[in-house]
């Protein structure tokens, strides 16, 4: 065989040879751990459609949060679960102080003052049809739904929330809320935009954890199409002129190109949100046997960052940081 003079091979012979030259690597404090609660007391609720992931009381919140923090995971993005009768279709408990969600928020900072907590802004949680904006005659309503935003936002910042994540999909939204934070003198709460958030089919196992689904029509009207990849720049552009500190592209792992896209034009950091039936999905293969678990889970977030993201939301956070730990 004709001598070869270049044998990429030889850069791959060893595991610390690999270790040496990998390109990529994924920080336990790049993730961030998405946890759900609800009302109640010594409640750990596994959700069937995402093994692994509980909703939790506040007083199991805190034993969670506290082992997730010896493991190394510092940063959570919390999701409430708000009792049927709490909706309205005008998301009145998403402003209520003494509600669950700046309750959790409150004993979380006081409990863990490190920690850093990441809210939602949206309407679902909280409306009764389901949307993340205000619903008239069949039709989500833009420019109404940003006070409710806005207010919501301030309820959460006055609770203590480092990093504000607006979800909604709203024009205008990041606008609104960075200039009452400011107003109100919550100029240091970060705004981490739910830039380019498409209407997906992986969010089901999300939607059975809060009970959030629409009751009516779906979230193309706002949510972005999945055919769709210069839309995300236009979305970017308005979210950084608005104020946003980072910007989110939501699913990850189907939304590569886009992640890629946004960290290559822009100089914020840019986070993406490994979704719920993205671990589904891995979670329910890996029992079946048909692929290890583990090593899909540590190359799915390796890819993500690779593709650019800077900061991970992932169910896989608390289990990753462990497997980290334990090699």
């Not at 690999?18 to 998405?34: D, H, N």
């Not at 308005?238 to 699913?251: S, Y």
Request: proline share 4%.
């Amino acid at each position: 065989m004709e001598h070869m003079l270049r044998r990429p091979r030889r850069n791959r012979k060893s595991q610390q040879i690999r270790q040496m030259l990998a390109e990529t690597s994924l920080a336990i404090e790049e993730l961030i751990f998405p946890v759900f609660i609800e009302e109640g007391k010594g409640i750990k609720r596994e959700i069937t459609s995402m093994p692994g992931i509980y909703r939790y009381s506040l007083d199991q919140l805190l034993r969670e949060v506290e082992e997730c923090l010896e493991s190394g995971i510092s940063s959570f993005a919390l999701f409430p679960s708000i009792i049927d009768d709490l909706k309205d279709s005008l998301a009145s408990e998403s402003l209520n102080p003494e509600g669950l969600y700046p309750k959790a928020i409150i004993k979380l900072k006081s409990a863990f003052p490190d920690a850093i907590l990441m809210t939602d802004v949206a309407m679902d949680p909280y409306s009764s049809d389901g949307h993340d904006g205000l619903v008239e005659n069949g039709e989500i309503i833009n420019d109404k739904t940003l006070a409710i935003l806005a207010d919501m936002a301030l309820i959460q910042a006055q609770a203590g929330a480092d990093i504000i994540g607006p979800s909604d999909m709203m024009d205008g939204r990041v606008k609104v809320i960075r200039e009452i934070l400011d107003k109100h003198g919550y100029q240091n709460v970060s705004i981490m935009s739910y830039t380019a958030k498409y209407a997906s089919g992986f969010y089901g196992p999300f939607r059975d954890a809060l009970d959030s689904a629409p009751k009516h029509g779906d979230k193309k009207t706002y949510q972005m199409d999945p055919r769709n990849q210069r839309e995300a720049i236009l979305e970017a552009e308005l979210d950084i002129e608005q104020g946003a500190d980072f910007l989110m592209v939501k699913p990850a792992m189907a939304y590569l190109d886009v992640i890629y896209q946004l960290s290559s034009r822009f100089v914020l950091p840019v986070a993406a949100y490994n979704v719920s039936g993205e671990y589904a999905m891995i979670k329910a293969a890996d029992q079946k046997g048909w692929l290890d678990g583990n090593q899909v889970m540590v190359e799915s977030l390796t890819a993500i960052k690779r593709a650019g993201a800077k900061v991970i939301l992932s169910y896989f956070a608390k289990e990753y940081a462990q497997l980290i730990k334990s090699s």
